[in-house]
């Protein structure tokens, strides 16, 4: 009697195979559309948060431009990191001593007192 009652079970469950099968792929689109969603707003408060990289902090200091210093900073790395060398490497960038000197001061200032600055010199820092 046991057998009988396994074959029908297992006709049954046969039976509802096609319609597990499609609340399964139901399921699966839901979890992908969601997924999607998820990282567009993602994507979307990410941009709005960094916002754009423009207004008085970004204007540049005695004619250094973030990217300009964002490079000389980069180009203290062959030189083991010593600052005493930047005024060398912005030079080689086409950089004056004291413009270099009072674009340095400033940039670090503003790297310090706004996020956006920072956020945008990272990413041009590291080349993200």
């Known amino acids: ?9 297992m ?15 139901k399921m699966a689109a839901n979890a992908q559309q ?7 707003a993602a ?9 754009p990289a423009t207004g008085p902090d970004f204007e540049p200091i005695a004619g250094v431009s973030l990217e300009q210093y964002a ?6 790395a062959e030189y083991n990191y010593d600052q005493s060398m930047a005024p060398q ?19 670090n200032e503003r790297i310090k007192a706004n996020p956006s600055v920072a956020k945008q010199f990272n990413a041009l ?3 993200r």
């Open 11 to 25: 006709k049954n469950l046969v039976a509802g195979a096609p319609d597990m099968i499609e609340e399964a792929q």
């Open 43 to 51: 994507a979307q408060q990410q941009a709005a948060a960094s916002g």
């Open 1 to 9: 009697m046991g057998i009988m009652k396994d074959m029908k079970n």
């Open 89 to 107: 490497v912005a030079a080689m960038k086409g950089i004056g001593a004291d413009a270099w000197q009072t674009a340095s001061d400033t940039w």
């Open 34 to 40: 969601q997924a999607q969603q998820q990282a567009a």
């Open 71 to 76: 490079e000389v900073a980069k180009g203290l």
């Open 125 to 127: 820092y590291t080349g």
